[in-house]
């Protein structure tokens, strides 16, 4: 969809993103200061980093949810990733959210690994890649700490046996246009693209309570359409929290891209590339000079080290306030702050990193046996 000057589809993001623009466009809801309060309610008064900033903007019937929640219907979780060698920052965003959701309502998290996704939508990739890529990329996924009696991690290609009598469903109820209209496929998109949105809507159904999906907003298509048709099949029409996008380094615009290797900061980055990139790469809106900067400051609307900072990677308030204070005024130098977010950085990916290593030990029970898969093995097979 066209927003403004810039392009936002499932694949691609350009361009500077209105995100207000966007909640009237795509018709969701702002995440306002009352549900952000309920939330916080519920987790003894903390916020998240991404919810208090606003990073987390947009939503559906989140306020359906809290309802559930409190009456005691429940509701469970839903997110997911099309593997890639090696994820950037940026994709590990929605999980480091989910995570902290599953931890204060206490609930199921269904994950989504969308081998086939990845494999059809581009014509250099084989399945055997896909599939290793997708061992590599729940590893880290694992690393974020989800808990394993509540979490379901599968993979479309392996599960597929079990989601295909909801996928048909689903597609019955998708006729061509509509899903041609939403994605911009055309004659020359092959025919497993155009099956694959209901493979995405299926999880949403996975349960017969309310599904609140946490991602960022280039996933929202899927969800119009999975709306229009769930009631029809007697489930809920799935709830979501929209994030805004982790800008690339090299840019205030558009989404960090793994094809863009600069752009990104990979988990398996080690500190000295970690602050090169950063020292060498990343787009600063402070002055050409110190003289100029100590006379100017920088422009944090464009400073992607500042708004990294902001995004999730300085925590404290008071700290952030302090940085934007100094930065912008000039008493900061660009340097400064690239080493601060280069410290910040590397200690969230050395703890990473070290909890990824771990993952190898519980990768079944995520994937195979644990207690959420079981019980959906069951629920399918009964
Ligand atoms: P994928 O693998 O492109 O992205 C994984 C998740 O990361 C989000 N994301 C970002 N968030 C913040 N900043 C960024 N720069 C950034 N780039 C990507 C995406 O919104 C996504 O949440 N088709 C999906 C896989 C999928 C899925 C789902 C995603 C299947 N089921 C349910 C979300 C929810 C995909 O290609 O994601």
């Known amino acids: 969809m066209e927003n403004g000057t810039n392009k936002i589809t499932p694949w691609e993001v350009s361009g500077r993103v209105d995100y207000d623009k966007l909640i009237k466009q795509f018709g969701t809801q702002k995440v306002t200061e009352s549900i952000r309060n309920d939330i916080s309610s519920y ?5 998240h980093v991404m919810l208090r900033r606003n990073i987390f903007f947009s939503h559906r019937d989140l306020d359906l949810i809290l309802r559930d929640y409190r009456e005691g219907i429940g509701f469970f979780l839903y997110t997911g990733r099309a593997p890639s060698l090696g994820m950037h920052i940026g994709h590990l965003v929605p999980f480091l959210f989910t995570k902290w959701l599953q931890d204060i309502f206490d609930v199921d998290v269904y994950i989504e690994i969308t081998d086939d996704e990845k494999f059809m939508r581009n014509p250099d990739y084989t399945l055997e890649k896909t599939g290793e890529w997708s061992r590599q990329n729940i590893l880290d996924i694992i690393a974020v700490g989800f808990n394993p009696e509540k979490t379901f991690i599968f993979q479309d290609s392996e599960y597929i046996r079990n989601m295909y009598p909801l996928a048909i469903k689903v597609a019955k109820k ?10 911009g496929f055309d004659n020359s998109s092959n025919i497993g693209m155009i099956f694959y949105p209901a493979l995405q809507i299926v999880p949403t159904m996975f349960e017969k309570r309310r599904c609140l999906i946490p991602a960022a907003i280039d996933q929202d298509p899927y969800w119009r359409l999975q709306r229009d048709i769930a009631e ?19 840019s205030p615009d558009g989404k960090m891209s793994s094809s863009v290797p600069d752009s990104a900061i990979y988990l398996s980055d080690g500190p000295k590339i970690v602050e090169k990139k950063i020292m060498k790469y990343a787009f600063s809106g402070g002055q050409a000079t110190s003289e100029l900067q100590r006379k100017h400051g920088a422009n944090l609307d464009v400073d992607v080290p500042y708004q990294w900072l902001y995004y999730l990677f300085e925590e404290d308030d008071g700290e952030i306030e302090r940085i934007r204070e100094e930065y912008s005024s000039g008493r900061m130098l660009t340097g400064e702050i690239k080493k601060i977010l280069a410290e910040k950085l590397n200690i969230m990916l050395q703890d990473h990193r070290a909890a990824r290593e771990r993952a190898e030990d519980v990768y079944n029970k995520f994937k195979y046996d644990g207690n959420l898969a079981r019980k959906m093995w069951e629920k399918i097979h009964s």
Do not use: C, D
């Open 43 to 47: 987790a003894n008064g903390r916020m």
């Open 174 to 183: 998708l006729n061509f246009s509509e899903v041609k209209a939403t994605f």
């Open 232 to 250: 029809s099949l007697g489930f809920y029409k799935a709830s979501q929290i929209h994030g805004k996008f982790l800008p690339p380094l090299t």
